[in-house]
């Protein structure tokens, strides 16, 4: 990877940290997230689904809280962007075979989207038990299609466009902060882009330097009324979100999006970790990963008022609303295994703890304007605050 890199700095030049990351992460031959696995204790980081399995089954909850309220509509496709090992899914399939009979007459299917060759066959293995079959005819967008344990139909596919449209339920999570980031610092000439160069008093070592002049991502992506002096931007975040935000506004459903991350307010956020440690970001690039915070507000200027959004709220409120002291009591009232229970008091700990999990990771939702209109007619609430009370999560879980 880093060979390429200085390859391509050497033949046209500097390139913007948002190449930086999208060649480092997801180049098809070498890209970090490519072909291998580097989720769990043994890799690089760890995420809430591989955690605690109470994780994916409150979010489960979420989804069908979500397709009640909106009417039950006879189908339901839940889209996950980056599975990583499939956990979530698996844990919210789940919940919607133990709520079968709520569900019994909706036809649901489950689109992935996924770039790593690597990740798609462990979820594969996750969700299906390897059944899976590849897709033969090359003018589908679908790569794979397999059917999970419960026999719901599972597609993937390598980006959002190639998901049919229809009624959705949108999930990522510890997806937005892996999408490439543009970063800019103000100067005493006015904004300039950060750039990846090579170190020349180092050959084999690349560093960081700022563009002599103003670039085309300085015009376009800085706000006239941003007051900070180093900001990260994330275009390929804006468009995802719009395409969101089109979907949900046309087809209905919802999108739950849960990450890392802060609202406009942050500055140097772009970092890498390796093994669960901090990792210099230009140091042997393609085997650590790269991440950015979330910035929740530009996500929601983005919108463009097509949806209404909920959030960013913090993690442990998130769950608790949703019922994790319950679900935690059931699940170790059903074991006698002294493992299990701590197994299971650590990961909610872990989950929770606002030192740990808790405060950092945050959740945003995208939804219908007339899903909370509707609840306005109906209990005359005006205050967006009161209105999010009536979605799980945001509020507490009330079942009809
Ligand atoms: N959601 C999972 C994995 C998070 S890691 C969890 O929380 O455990 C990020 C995931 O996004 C990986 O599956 C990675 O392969 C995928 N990914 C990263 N960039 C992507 C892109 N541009 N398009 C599609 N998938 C991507």
């Known amino acids: 990877m880093l060979k390429h890199l200085v390859f391509k700095i050497k033949s046209t030049g500097p390139i913007t940290v948002a190449e930086y990351m999208r060649e480092v992460l997801t180049n098809p031959v070498k890209g970090y ?115 999970s344990k419960a026999g719901i139909p599972i597609f993937w596919y390598r980006e959002l466009q190639d998901v049919p449209q229809g009624t959705s339920f949108y999930l990522a999570h510890e997806f937005f902060d892996a999408l490439p980031i543009h970063k800019f610092q103000r100067t005493e000439k006015g904004w300039r882009e950060m750039l990846i160069d090579i170190d020349p008093e180092a050959p084999d070592q690349l560093r960081f330097v700022l563009a002599p002049s103003t670039t085309p991502a300085t015009e376009h992506f800085i706000q006239s009324k941003e007051v900070r002096d180093h900001v990260e931007v994330c275009p390929d975040a804006g468009i995802l979100i719009q ?91 059903n074991s006698s295994d002294k493992a299990m229970h701590k197994h299971l008091l650590q990961g909610y700990d872990m989950l929770m703890n606002p030192k740990k999990m808790g405060d950092r990771f945050h959740f945003f939702a995208l939804l219908p304007h007339q899903r909370l209109a509707h609840s306005d007619q109906k209990v005359n609430l005006r205050h967006s605050k009161s209105l999010s009370a009536t979605v799980a999560g945001f509020g507490e879980l009330v079942w009809k």
């Open 243 to 333: 395409r969101l935000a089109c979907r949900i506004q046309e087809d209905g459903g919802a999108a739950l999006i849960a990450d890392y991350g802060h609202n406009g307010n942050k500055t140097d956020t772009f970092r890498s970790f390796r093994s669960h440690e901090l990792h210099d970001a230009l140091i042997a690039p393609g085997t650590a990963d790269l991440t950015a915070d979330v910035d929740f507000s530009y996500l929601r200027t983005m919108t463009q008022g097509r949806v209404a959004t909920l959030g960013p709220l913090k993690q442990h409120e998130f769950l608790k609303n949703m019922g994790i002291d319950v679900r935690l009591q059931v699940l170790l009232q």
């Open 33 to 147: 997230y490519m072909h291998h696995d580097m989720l769990g204790e043994r890799g690089d980081f760890v995420t809430s689904p591989e955690i605690s399995q109470i994780f994916g089954e409150l979010i489960g909850i979420w989804y069908v809280s979500e397709w009640m309220a909106t009417g039950k509509p006879k189908t339901l496709q839940l889209v996950e962007l980056g599975p990583g090992r499939g956990s979530l899914t698996d844990d919210i399939l789940r919940v919607f075979n133990q709520l079968g009979s709520l569900l019994n007459k909706c036809d649901i299917s489950i689109h992935l989207v996924e770039v790593s060759p690597k990740l798609s066959e462990i979820q594969a293995l996750t969700l299906t038990g390897g059944k899976i079959q590849p897709e033969l005819d090359v003018t589908s967008p679908v790569y794979m299609k397999g059917i």
